[in-house]
């Protein structure tokens, strides 16, 4: 080893040395304070899951066969090689890939005891399902959804062309919204109100954490409740927040996951009635919320219906606009 990074190496071992000896505690850094949080994840996380269980058990089926179906279609595409004429299509396999990271980033902040927290990364899951959505209805291109359309592709882009690119995907995925659950979809007046409340419940706590601020305030001051903890207890209130809309949210990717595969993929009878009975569960789940009048479910499922047509008969096809092609290619 070179004597500049002898020196640095003991720089750094000091350092962490001077941390575990002002911070250490039964031999851990952080053992203290941050110590005891880990058990207190563990045990509320424990009583998140099982207040929750059906919800934990089609999660997890959901979840093996969302990354089931991702991995064997990268192995096809592996294997006789990614098509040459979709030249979008490896681009949305990996926007798939992104959403099964973020949707189970999501489900483990929850299970841990965070479920606003998890509430928050739903947000993204569900920006990333519209615009998948939008490209399996051919509302639009790949070149509008990453707001590529009308700027160079002969040259490096200017800092000027990365806004312009930057304003062309806001717009792109305003205008999809409109056309999903705003007042460009066609849905009940009604649906279109409920659905636009929900979404904009996402900013509340994806903005400085509102929905969590506004709990321990109020169990703090009008509740005059002084045992705050670092980790939230459950929460009758919060808690569901994140298992409705974590359920909303899969089976919209859910109805997604057909179009992944392209056309060549083999036919699979057992894939095709796995698809369909995690189908059927979504749907019994939703029609629950429903039954004990939960005016969000029939406006759940006006817009699943409407919007997110697909099934185990539909492929990838390259999205071109409506203008030239079909709403979704069978």
């Known amino acids: 080893m ?188 009604e649906t279109i109100k409920l659905l636009l409340k929900v979404d904009q419940m996402f900013n509340v706590e994806a903005h400085r954490g509102l929905f969590t601020l506004f709990g321990e305030s109020h169990k703090l001051m009008i509740e005059h409740k002084l045992d705050v903890s670092l980790v939230a207890p459950p929460n009758r209130v919060s808690d569901p927040m994140f298992v409705n809309r974590s359920t909303e949210t899969n089976w919209m990717i859910h109805r997604l996951v057909p179009y992944m595969r392209r056309k060549d993929t083999p036919v699979s009878e057992t894939w095709n009635k796995n698809w369909k009975v995690l189908d059927d569960h979504f749907r019994w789940m939703v029609e629950g919320l429903g039954a004990i009048g939960k005016a969000i479910a029939p406006a759940y499922l006006e817009m699943i219906d409407a919007k997110f047509k697909f099934d185990t008969g539909t492929y990838y096809s390259e999205p071109t606009g409506p203008a030239t092609a079909p709403l979704v290619e069978r």
Not at 70 to 85: C, D, M, T, V
């Open 2 to 189: 070179a004597e500049p990074d002898k020196v640095k190496a003991e720089e750094i071992k000091q350092r962490q040395m001077l941390l575990f000896e002002t911070f250490g505690h039964d031999g851990i850094y952080g053992g203290r304070t941050f110590g005891p949080v880990f058990e207190a994840e563990k045990k509320i996380g424990g009583v998140f899951n099982d207040t929750y269980y059906g919800v934990r058990i089609l999660t997890d089926c959901f979840l093996d066969f969302f990354g089931q179906t991702l991995l064997e279609q990268i192995e096809l595409n592996n294997k006789i090689g990614w098509p040459q004429a979709e030249q979008n299509y490896a681009t949305c396999v990996l926007m798939y890939l992104t959403m099964f990271r973020s949707v189970r980033a999501s489900d483990v902040v929850a299970s841990h005891g965070y479920p606003l927290q998890g509430y928050i990364i739903q947000r993204s899951i569900k920006d990333q399902a519209f615009i998948l959505a939008a490209a399996a209805n051919n509302m639009t291109d790949f070149a509008m959804l990453f707001g590529r359309k009308g700027l160079p592709d002969d040259r490096p882009w200017t800092e000027e062309d990365n806004e312009k690119a930057v304003k062309n995907r806001r717009t792109a995925e305003s205008k999809i919204k409109e056309k999903l659950i705003g007042s460009k979809s066609n849905l009940k007046p």
